[in-house]
């Protein structure tokens, strides 16, 4: 089993809808959760960071934990064209030592 | 505030020889982490740097090592290339340890061996 697993995709969502992006873990004890979003080329760009069981939001988007069933997902409402790029999920582990990163999800917003 | 730097952005080397690639954090950021990213194994965790001091250390052969100084500039050094270290390098930075604060990605550098 994956130490952090998410669906590499691709996944197509029509422009203007609510996309979800799932990611899951193995460890029960890790603490902070993070998603970054990455275009082809570039580096990582972090759109969200958390570590409370709930949901988080920040303008479009919003993420939610769930730590009893390790799971962290992310919402993107209103999605635009200039979402479409890889989603890492990424989680650090029980002793806070390392971040470990999913695979990543392909998205892509069709007009 | 500017963020990450990371130079050189581009680098072909040839097996055997060794390079040298460094990472400016955000100001007032004292952790350092660099992140090896291939298209087969994904983004991997190489060591952190926290106040000049490697915090931890991913799974990486002992040709990879690296160095914080004390205005928290690091630099990452892969010795004996081979050309499986073909990958694009990212360094991130935060205000504390990995896990306890939000981590910003340079823009990497992207080496190539042949």
């Known amino acids: 089993q994956k130490e952090v697993e998410q669906n590499s995709g691709p996944l197509s969502v029509p422009e203007g809808a609510i996309a979800s992006l799932n990611c899951t873990y193995s460890?029960?004890?890790?603490?902070?959760f993070f998603w970054y979003r990455q275009y082809s080329g570039k580096s990582p760009e972090l759109i969200m960071f958390?570590?409370?069981?709930g949901d988080k939001e920040d303008g479009r988007f919003t993420a939610q934990l769930n730590k009893a069933s390790q799971y962290v997902s992310l919402l993107i409402r209103d999605s635009q064209p200039s979402d479409s790029a890889t989603y890492l999920c990424?989680?650090?582990?029980?002793?806070?030592?390392?971040?470990?990163f999913g695979s990543g999800t392909r998205l892509s917003i069709r007009p | 505030k500017a963020g990450v730097t990371q130079t050189p952005r581009y680098l072909i080397k040839t097996r055997g020889q060794q390079v040298t690639l460094s990472c400016s954090p955000i100001s007032g950021h004292r952790s350092v982490s660099w992140y090896q990213q291939t298209p087969g194994q994904g983004l991997q965790f190489l060591f952190e740097?926290?106040?000049?001091?490697?915090?931890n250390k991913g799974n990486f052969p002992g040709r990879f090592s690296g160095r914080q100084f004390s205005n928290s500039r690091s630099e990452m050094n892969v010795s004996t290339l081979e050309l499986g270290d073909s990958a694009l390098y990212l360094c991130?930075?935060?205000?504390?340890?990995?896990?306890?604060?939000?981590?910003?990605f340079g823009p990497g550098t992207r080496l190539t061996v042949t």
């Open positions: 990424a989680v650090t582990n029980s002793s806070a030592s390392k971040i470990i």
């Open positions: 991130a930075s935060s205000l504390g340890t990995v896990g306890n604060y939000e981590q910003y």
């Open positions: 958390i570590y409370s069981n």
């Open positions: 740097y926290f106040s000049e001091t490697q915090r």
């Open positions: 460890d029960r004890g890790s603490q902070s």
